[in-house]
């Protein structure tokens, strides 16, 4: 998609605006998604594949259309036969959008999942909630899984960082 604004023409890359191979201003980026809504509107809705919707919702929120981006990944979780993976980024926006209650409830169905992108997510919602042991738990149970697993490491530092005093009582 090409579109020209202010007498520059941008065109998109995976939810990238850019003029020539520069990467266009945050500013000039918002802009320009406003201006071609209705474009990505058209092009989502006749998206019918799993990965196809899931691509679409993956470029919604490079382009921080978070909501736009959890409708995608919703509506990919309805037609997915395998939904955890799917439960995960579905969880993972709502913690974006700053509802970490919703994104729990997305993954309870997958509560003993040995899957770590959703242990991760739930992890860090838990935290979010301030319900550090269950958050703490988890995160262990993703590195167990997946050893050198960076995103659980770091939930432990976060965990760690948030409730210090007592981190180690938290067995």
């Given at each position: 998609m090409h579109i020209t604004f202010n007498g520059t023409e941008y065109r998109l890359q995976d939810g990238i605006w850019f003029t020539g191979y520069k990467k266009a201003p945050q500013l000039v980026q918002d802009d320009l998604n406003k201006a071609a809504k209705d474009d990505f509107l058209e092009q989502e809705e006749s998206l019918s594949d799993v990965a196809d919707v899931i691509k679409a919702s993956e470029i919604a929120e490079k382009r921080r259309d978070f909501i736009r981006a959890l409708v995608l990944a919703r509506r990919a979780y309805e037609l997915a036969n395998f939904k955890v993976g799917v439960a995960a980024r579905v969880s993972n926006l709502f913690r974006k959008l700053g509802k970490s209650e919703?994104?729990?409830?997305?993954?309870?169905?997958?509560?003993?999942?040995?899957?770590?992108?959703?242990?991760?997510?739930?992890?860090?919602?838990?935290?979010?909630?301030?319900?550090?042991?269950?958050?703490?738990?988890?995160?262990?149970?993703?590195?167990?899984?997946?050893?050198?697993?960076?995103?659980?490491?770091?939930?432990?530092?976060?965990?760690?960082?948030?409730?210090?005093?007592?981190?180690?009582?938290l067995f």
């Open positions: 919703e994104a729990l409830q997305w993954t309870e169905p997958y509560s003993r999942t040995t899957h770590v992108p959703l242990l991760n997510t739930r992890s860090a919602s838990f935290a979010d909630i301030g319900e550090y042991l269950q958050a703490k738990k988890l995160a262990e149970r993703s590195l167990a899984i997946s050893p050198g697993n960076t995103e659980a490491s770091a939930l432990l530092k976060r965990i760690k960082s948030e409730y210090p005093g007592a981190y180690y009582d």
